[in-house]
Nanobody, 123 residues
Framework: EPRLVESGGGSVEAGGSLRLSCTAS????????AGWFRRAPGKDLEAVSC????????EYGDSVKGRFTAIDDGADPTVWLQMNDLKPEDTGLYYC????????????????WGPGTQVTVSS
């Protein structure tokens, strides 16, 4: 059965960095959109990034622009999310997902999702 698994979460102090990975088994990201989302305690799901693995086009949520980078270095079926200058408000459960196109990624709908990895940033 195809699935996604995230890893790389953990606890860091504000200003620190983490790199999350998302590995697909049973399928690959080429030809699809790799999305990263997060859910902070008591808040709605938030889109972090959408990356076209086909042409490298990427989009980011306003709260992470300039600090987070979605990476595909050709090591399909794994993609990464490099997170720098982390802030306490970045704390949450981070999910990766695969989508057919950018509009669905932006809306976080009709995708295949991993179980998530926890990121905790302390002040």
């Amino acid at each position: 059965e195809p699935r996604l698994v995230e890893s790389g979460g953990g606890s860091v102090e504000a200003g620190g960095s983490l790199r999350l990975s998302c590995t697909a088994s049973g399928y690959q990201f080429m030809g699809y959109i790799a999305g990263w989302f997060r859910r902070a305690p008591g808040k709605d799901l938030e889109a972090v990034s959408c990356l076209s693995v086909t042409d490298g086009t990427s989009e980011y949520g306003d709260s992470v622009k300039g600090r987070f980078t979605a990476i595909d270095d050709g090591a399909d079926p794994t993609v990464w999310l490099q997170m720098n200058d982390l802030k306490p408000e970045d704390t949450g459960l981070y999910y990766c997902a695969r989508f057919d196109d950018m509009p669905n990624c932006r809306r976080g709908q009709f995708g295949s999702w991993g179980p998530g990895t926890q990121v905790t940033v302390s002040s």
